[in-house]
Structure formats: C-alpha cells, structure tokens
C-alpha cells in the first residue's frame, strides 16, 4: 500500500487550492486514509463503472498502460518529474506534471485520476514506479516480449 500522510494531502491542497480536480482527488485521498492504491480504483471504478470481479484491476492495467509511456524511451516525463522533485513547492511544476500525464495519447485519463496518478509517481519516485510495474518473468524465467536482458 502506498500512502500519503494527512500532511502531504493539506500540503498538496495548499499547492494546488484553484485545481478543482486536484481538491476532488486529494478529498478521495482523505476519505481513504492517504491510501492511494484504494483511492486509484474507487476513482476508476467510478469514473468506468467496471465490475470488480475481473482478474486484473483497473488499476493494474491503467497503470501498466502508463508504464509504457512513461518508461519508454521518451523522457520528457520523467525530466518533469526531477524537475519538480528539486522544488517541490512549485504549483506550476505540479500543475504542468498533471496535463502532460492528461495529454499523452495512449492513455485517455480524467483529470482526477491523473492528479492521483501524478501524486503516487513523485511521492515514490518515477524510477520506482518503473520499476514496480514493470511485467514479471514467466515460471520460466521468461520476460515478457520487449523486456528481454
């Protein structure tokens, strides 16, 4: 689980007070006690109405799809990420990390969804999330197509 404490959801609050998406997902965050994976899928199963008894979550699969923007060999994101991670007071820098998470083409998100997405990326770090999800070799050793040493 990972989670943001009550004063990194006010914090947060104070940088981003004009963002109405910004406020609906940190009042998500609190109503789930910071826990931003809980947080993530209530979010999507509410925006997509998509049932819970599926193997994989929204969740999972909306981030693996983002893993394969942000991780890929673009790194444009990633340079906004240590941007903001060197002056983490800037609302700007924040702001501009939730509308190009918003603008990349292959993953359509809600403005809430990303502002969540954005605060678990630089609260773990975009290394971190890489690597996390990141496809698991096979029972056989296997990596996944594109994964390979």
Do not use: W
Not at 33 to 51: M, Y
Not at 53 to 82: I, M, N, P
Not at 128 to 149: H, K, L, M, V, W
């Amino acid at each position: 689980m990972t989670q943001l404490s009550t004063d990194e959801i006010r914090y947060y609050r104070e940088v981003l007070p004009d963002d109405a998406s910004a406020q609906e997902a940190l009042t998500k965050l609190e109503q789930n006690n910071g826990d931003i994976d809980a947080c993530l899928d209530e979010i999507l199963l509410e925006k997509f109405s998509a049932p819970k008894d599926y193997q994989k979550s929204l969740r999972e699969v909306t981030l693996k799809r983002l893993r394969k923007e942000l991780c890929g060999a673009d790194e444009s994101f990633r340079t906004k990420v240590q941007e903001y991670k060197k002056n983490p007071a800037s609302a700007p820098l924040l702001s501009a990390l939730i509308v190009s998470l918003l603008g990349m083409s292959g993953v359509p998100l809600d403005p809430t969804i990303a502002t969540i997405i954005v605060l678990y990326i630089v609260h773990i770090g975009i290394d971190i999330f890489c690597e996390y999800t990141e496809p698991d070799a096979d029972a056989s050793g296997n990596q996944p197509p594109g994964n390979q040493p």
